[in-house]
């Protein structure tokens, strides 16, 4: 006791508050006799037995096929989501069963593509999951948590994403290639060293620090430092794993979201949104700052005050901010690493993008020290190998409710998802070399069919805002390190590791660079 400033001196402070309440329950059941207590438990045992049976046997989704455990408790998917495999669990479901897989007692997983059009295209509401974006706690909504079309339209009004419009994100690219350059210094050291390096932390901390940049014109100093500081994007995975599990359990997230916990800056959310805070107040007393996302955001909130719209303030301001860095970093980290350890694993794929840029550079384009966004946009295999990255790879499942899909129909209530991991692998409509890295089938003739299942970026009302700058600094950076490295594994008999929370994270797999003369 006594240290009230301190973190454990305010918890100390409210255990003392709660300990009472608490030894007087415990004393309560201690009292309680042996055949009553025998009773409790067999009442218990009953109800849940009842609501198990009523779950799997009397739904109107009884009949859809999954594992027996999904069909009871929500507890199965979390628990594939927890070990990070749940895209290809997924995926091997829908090959044993066919279209539509059982996932959780409410929840049925869809893999046709007629389910792309009435799930993403037309305009229905997303499922209640999505109601687990509120950062650090309730009082802080992002847009990703409005469930209702017609509620995030009148929303966007406010909370204006112009910031990521083409022409915008192009006026960063000045600052997009000064990073990539810092990413090229970090990979001619390791060069000249001779030293591994872990490519897949690299591409994370340039990622971030761009979208510090294009958010608050303000880096990170992640790729300046050459580490994760303050342990930021571990915590970045940390909020992933408790986003997708307790989405689920939302009560349950109270216990850790809520303005108590936020005071106390405990929760694995705190650090980020400490770092954002921290990083906007100096953004408002900024007067250099650049047009970035937060000068379109200030604005709005002029605006929404003026015109006495009270759905947008500050509040809104911080949890935009953390939306961006938790979706637009690790995410663009991810087709870094699956361009680059793919072509590792299938050279004729690099040579071939090779091939390409040492063409246009005869042609005098693909020039300086960074490969400018006009010249990317002219090289049709690296776009078609940065699709096949996204393809392979892809991150979130999304749900949204009562439609019908391939003559079945599935009433209101019942989640329904695709996972983007299982319908752009799926024999059935990509082929049977669905699963493997083939950028080749961006050029096929059955490319336009199939093109409507790849959905990277989600589709319709809740797609990604942050596309286009994702793909500039894809794009650029591939250009470039193919151009100007050669990598290769270091131990080319391992895999690499990923986990799909989600966004999906790779690792491991550490490389040796050189610098390509030419
Ligand atoms: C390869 C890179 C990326 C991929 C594959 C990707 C994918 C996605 C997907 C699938 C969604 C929809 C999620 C859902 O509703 O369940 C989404 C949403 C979002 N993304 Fe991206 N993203 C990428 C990069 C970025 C970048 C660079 C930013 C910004 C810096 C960004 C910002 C956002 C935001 C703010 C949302 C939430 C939008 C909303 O619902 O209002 N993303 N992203």
């Not at 240290?3 to 059941?29: N, V, W, Y």
């Not at 006799?33 to 049976?53: C, E, M, N, Q, S």
């Not at 109270?254 to 906007?280: D, E, K």
Request: hydrophobic letters at 40%.
């Amino acid at each position: 006791m006594g240290r009230p400033d301190t973190i454990l001196g305010k918890f100390e402070a409210l255990a003392s508050h709660l300990s009472q309440p608490l030894k007087t329950a415990m004393d309560e059941l201690q009292n309680i006799h042996w055949p009553r207590k025998t009773a409790l438990v067999a009442v218990i045992g009953l109800l849940v037995g009842l609501v198990a049976l009523r779950r799997r046997y009397l739904t109107p989704i009884s009949h859809v096929p999954g594992p027996f455990w999904a069909s009871i408790t929500r507890l199965w998917h979390v628990s594939k989501i927890i070990g990070g495999k749940q895209n290809y669990t997924l995926l091997e479901l829908h090959e044993k069963h066919g279209h539509f897989v059982r996932v959780a007692h409410n929840e049925v997983s869809v893999c046709h593509p007629d389910a792309v059009k009435a799930l993403y295209l037309a305009p229905t509401r997303k499922g209640k999951w999505y109601r687990i974006f509120v950062f650090p706690d309730w009082r802080y909504p992002a847009a990703i948590s409005i469930l209702d079309p017609r509620e995030k339209a009148e929303f966007m009004k406010y909370m204006s994403n112009a910031g990521f419009l083409l022409h915008n994100v192009l006026q960063y690219e000045g600052t997009i290639d000064e990073n990539i350059a810092k990413l090229k210094r970090w990979m001619d050291r390791h060069a000249v060293e001779g030293r591994q390096m872990d490519l897949d932390k690299f591409f994370t901390y340039m990622a971030f620090d761009i979208t510090g940049e294009i958010t608050f014109s303000k880096p990170f100093g992640f790729l300046d430092e050459g580490k994760d500081v303050g342990g930021a994007i571990a915590t970045n995975v940390a909020l992933q794993i408790f986003l997708c599990t307790f989405g689920f359990y939302r009560w349950a997230s109270w216990a850790l979201c809520n303005p108590l916990v936020t005071w106390t800056q405990l929760a694995p959310v705190g650090h980020i949104v400490n770092t954002s805070m921290r990083a906007i107040a100096e953004r408002q007393k900024n007067p250099d700052a650049k047009f970035d996302m937060c000068s379109h955001w200030f604005r709005g909130i002029q605006k929404a005050k003026k015109e006495g719209f009270g759905n947008f303030d500050e509040r809104h301001l911080l949890s935009a901010a953390v939306s961006n860095l938790g979706a637009g970093s690790d995410t663009v980290s991810c087709g870094l690493q699956t361009f680059v350890y793919q072509s590792l694993r299938k050279p004729a794929v690099w040579q071939r993008v090779r091939d390409e840029i040492d063409a246009a550079r005869k042609q005098g384009r693909c020039e300086g020290e960074v490969v400018s966004w006009e010249d990317v946009q002219q090289l049709p295999y690296l776009d078609a190998a940065c699709k096949e990255a996204l393809r392979l790879l892809a991150p979130v499942s999304i749900g949204k409710d009562g439609v019908t899909i391939a003559g079945q129909h599935f009433p209101e209530g019942t989640q329904m998802s695709i996972n983007p991991g299982v319908i752009q692998l799926s024999k059935e409509i990509w082929g049977p070399d669905a699963q493997e890295f083939v950028p080749e089938r961006w050029f096929s003739p059955d490319i336009e069919r199939q093109s409507k299942c790849f959905m990277p970026w989600g589709l319709g009302w809740g797609s990604c805002p942050g596309q286009n700058l994702a793909k500039v600094q894809i794009y650029k950076t591939i250009a470039t390190i193919v151009r100007d490295y050669d990598i290769k594994l270091v131990d080319p008999s391992k895999e690499w590791k990923w986990a799909a929370y989600f966004t999906l994270n790779p690792r491991d797999w550490p490389v040796y660079v050189t610098q390509r003369k030419y």
